[in-house]
């Protein structure tokens, strides 16, 4: 139903969150991300609450699996949801509780991680985040995580139709630098 993929930038230090789901307006609830802190993803049966959790512990200092483990040892109904953390150093966790609908999967490692569900196949964030540590460092980040998107459309993508898409890229002001959303349309990564 959604993939996604949390990206730091470490020439520039931003940060990016993108993701797509056959669901509407997904960024709305899914899509985390705060200048000189980190980004996340909560998706799957989505509580757009631990978000800004997951935000919020990065900022207080705790590394990326210590965020994840604290939030997710707070959250309600842990097993249905779907986390992927980003820390500003470029650590990553995740978290796909045993209800994680589907075909669900994570790639992660430094500077990016994928995860999705209800997967065409498992190896969609693999593809995403292959792609985007293989691309070319000095293109834009929102450019790089568009194009990291596509790999994992190509690879398969989610089960079923996208209906949209959403990135946010944070820089060093507490607003984001971009911040597009494709709440319902028939291609929304292109």
């Given amino acids: 139903m959604t993939f996604s993929l949390a990206a730091r930038c470490p020439r520039t230090g931003q940060f990016a969150v993108i993701v ?26 989505t ?34 949801r779907q986390l992927t953390v980003l820390d500003a150093a470029g650590r990553t966790a995740a978290w796909s509780g045993a209800k994680t609908l589907g075909i669900n999967a994570e790639a992660l490692g430094q500077d990016a991680i994928s995860a999705g569900n209800l997967l065409a196949s498992p190896d969609v964030p693999k593809a995403v985040r292959a792609a985007f540590i293989a691309a070319d460092m000095s293109r834009e980040l929102g450019e790089r995580v568009i194009a990291a998107m596509q790999a994992g459309l190509a ?14 890229v944070v820089d060093c002001e507490a607003w984001p630098i971009a911040d597009l959303r494709v709440d319902w349309h028939e291609e929304p990564l292109t």
Avoid at 22 to 44: D, I, K, L, Y
Avoid at 51 to 80: C, F, H, I, M, Q
Wanted: aromatic share 4%; net charge negative.
């Fill in 47 to 80: 509580d757009p609450r631990l978000g800004p959790a997951l935000l919020d512990a990065l900022a207080e200092g705790l590394d990326a699996e210590a965020a994840l483990a604290r939030t997710v040892a707070k959250a309600s109904s842990p097993n249905y």
């Fill in 155 to 168: 690879a398969g993508g989610e089960a079923g139709p996208l209906y949209s898409a959403g990135l946010i």
């Fill in 20 to 45: 797509t789901s056959s669901s509407p307006a997904v960024a709305a609830r899914c899509a985390f991300a705060r200048a000189g802190v980190g980004a996340v993803t909560t998706q799957n049966i």
